[in-house]
């Protein structure tokens, strides 16, 4: 990484990710505007979007265009200006740059290249959400669900076993497409479904997935939507399932008995003693 002495308020020349405010516009940091207004050229996805944030805050750095249908072409451009010792930050419509957004082959890039990247802290959909589940705090982000109805299924297949909470982001278009796989696949848990954070008609919609029924009319704005983790009856004493048992007599040619209690546990409902207790009545019998 490149090494330079700074004076008292100078920045550092590079690439700095700039979070914008995924609603309410107050919600950019004053770090924000000062990068913003500091800065040489401003990336952006949609420059119509972009310049009622910067008229809001009186920036007039100048813009240049850069969204995922482009930014492999502007590649060079941007880096021969970064290379001329010059502040650039990159932006998105909303939220944080290189999640769910373009950025990324910039950022690599840059990082190949040895040119300064810095990133700031600021909003974000997905802590902003998780933060007001109530679930889990061990949380898997998993971004935008694919195009494909095969790879979605092989996905929140994947995804069921893990016992984590999870985040993703669907168009409104797609959520009642969603809804019957994560009945089939989640249905043992808990979701939390965000419209509209931080703007005037936000929503935040709870429900056991069970119960999730579909939306009549399409919903304005993009979701982000939270599965909790798996909710275990403590009341409730679950037995271990026959395909568990299974399971366990392959796993003990090749695991530890911790080792296959914490795996079993991690998808069943089963007490963890419970699994222990089996694993070792099976190793007595061999």
């Known amino acids: ?5 700074l004076h008292k308020n100078e920045l550092r020349k590079g690439l700095y990710i700039v979070p914008t405010p995924i609603g309410n516009l107050g919600d950019i940091t004053i770090r924000a505007i000062e990068i913003l207004k500091k800065s040489d050229f401003i990336l952006c996805e949609d420059t119509r979007v972009s310049k009622k944030l910067l008229e809001k805050f009186e920036i007039k750095t100048s813009l240049i265009s850069n ?4 930014e492999t072409k502007n590649l060079i451009k941007v880096l021969n200006i970064l290379k001329d010792d010059k502040l650039v930050s990159l932006i998105s419509d909303a ?3 290189g999640i769910s957004d373009p950025g990324a082959v910039l950022i690599n890039e840059c990082v190949k290249q040895n040119i300064n990247v810095i990133p700031l802290p600021g909003p974000s959909a997905v802590t902003t959400a ?3 589940s109530g679930f889990n705090e061990k949380y898997l982000f998993y971004g935008f669900f694919p195009e494909k109805e095969k790879l979605i299924v092989e996905e929140l297949e994947n995804y069921s076993n893990l016992n984590f909470c999870m985040v993703f982001f ?7 497409k ?3 796989y994560l009945k089939t696949y989640f249905k043992n848990r808990k979701i939390l479904i965000c419209r509209e954070i931080s703007k005037y008609y936000e929503e935040y919609l709870r429900s056991d997935i069970a119960n999730l029924k579909l939306f009549e009319n399409e919903p304005k704005g993009e ?3 939270i599965i909790s983790e798996k909710q275990i009856n403590k009341n409730t004493s679950q037995k271990i399932s026959e395909s568990d048992k299974n399971s366990i007599n392959i796993m003990l040619k090749k695991l ?5 209690t914490n795996i079993i546990a991690n998808y069943s409902n089963a007490p963890k003693k419970e699994i222990y207790e089996y694993c070792i009545k099976l190793k007595n019998e061999k």
């Open 67 to 70: 969204h995922k249908f482009n």
């Open 95 to 97: 939220g944080t740059p």
């Open 256 to 260: 530890s008995t911790k080792e296959i």
């Open 130 to 132: 998780v933060s007001a």
């Open 1 to 5: 990484m490149v090494n330079t002495i």
């Open 223 to 225: 979701l982000t939507i």
């Open 178 to 180: 969603i809804i019957p």
């Open 170 to 176: 669907i168009s409104p278009k797609k959520i009642n």
